[in-house]
């Protein structure tokens, strides 16, 4: 089975996908999202995935690929060792140098990260081009591919986590809330004040960024959100099209098909 992890500065995202040659293809078969490890040694870490494949009913002897999209350097030394010593496989990173079918035609193509690529593997695979991919997490990225599946570029802002907790930092009287789709627009109260400058806040930040892109791109552009905050946001959006919480993992399980070739496999 394919072992595919994107981790994230808050989060990381784990599936498990079936071998290939199986009838179903390459099905999803479990994930899991927790908080990305800060200071885990490669056992800590080893021993927390074997426990969450045990509550799965699932052997993590059956791993036998590896592909890890990255945004946290520090992690990924740890994360190549626990690869080696639990799973006995050379793990794909996705980086500069990997197979990926999509030509990345920014100023500088090696500061892309990982997640962003990835993401938009997925999207114009599923979607087609242009698409534009936005990724809800610490920050918010807009991904842009075009009609010939090429990366043109895109826009980061500042997740809707960081706004907030900006807010609850800066204003020592406002108290911190969940962050929630408001009832209404005119808020009575300070908790919904909050509630509603948030949310409308956020969702006005997007879309005022996806009809800019759209504009430029064309009518014809799709949208698609991911990442966890996607079905909160896109609820009340204009311009997102479709969400799909598994992007991310859906872009892993392709780049690392397109790259089996060049993988090291168990006992290779």
């Not at 009340?236 to 098909?257: C, F, Q």
Request: glycine share 12%.
């Amino acid at each position: 089975m394919l072992l595919a992890l994107d981790v994230g500065n808050s989060n990381t995202v784990m599936g498990l996908y079936r071998p290939a040659g199986e009838p179903a293809g390459r099905e999803l078969v479990a994930n899991w999202r927790f908080t990305t490890p800060a200071r885990q040694t490669t056992d800590e870490f080893g021993v927390m995935l074997r426990n969450m494949f045990q509550l799965r009913g699932l052997d993590i002897s059956s791993v036998d690929g590896v592909a890890i999209s990255s945004v946290v350097p520090p992690l990924d030394s740890m994360l190549r060792q626990v690869s080696e010593q639990y799973f006995h496989v050379k793990p794909l990173f996705i980086e500069p140098g990997v197979r990926t079918g999509l030509p990345v035609l920014t100023d500088n193509p090696s500061e892309v990260g990982a997640d962003r690529i990835v993401n938009c593997v997925a999207a114009f695979e599923k979607f087609g081009g242009p698409t534009i991919v936005v990724d809800m997490g610490t920050a918010t990225t807009f991904d842009v591919v075009s009609r010939k599946g090429e990366f043109l570029g895109g826009a980061i802002a500042p997740g809707l986590g960081i706004s907030a907790d900006a807010l609850f930092t800066r204003a020592a009287r406002l108290p911190r809330i969940d962050v929630k789709r408001p009832n209404k627009v005119i808020g009575t109260s300070t908790v919904d004040n909050i509630q509603i400058g948030l949310y409308y806040g956020y969702i006005g930040l997007v879309d005022g960024i996806l009809e800019r892109m759209i504009a430029e791109l064309g009518a014809e552009t799709k949208t698609v959100a991911t990442g966890g905050l996607a079905p909160l946001i896109s609820g009340g959006s204009k311009y997102i099209g479709a969400v799909d919480d598994m992007l991310t993992l859906t872009g892993l399980r392709l780049i690392y098909e397109r790259n089996q070739d060049r993988h090291k496999r168990r006992g290779a």
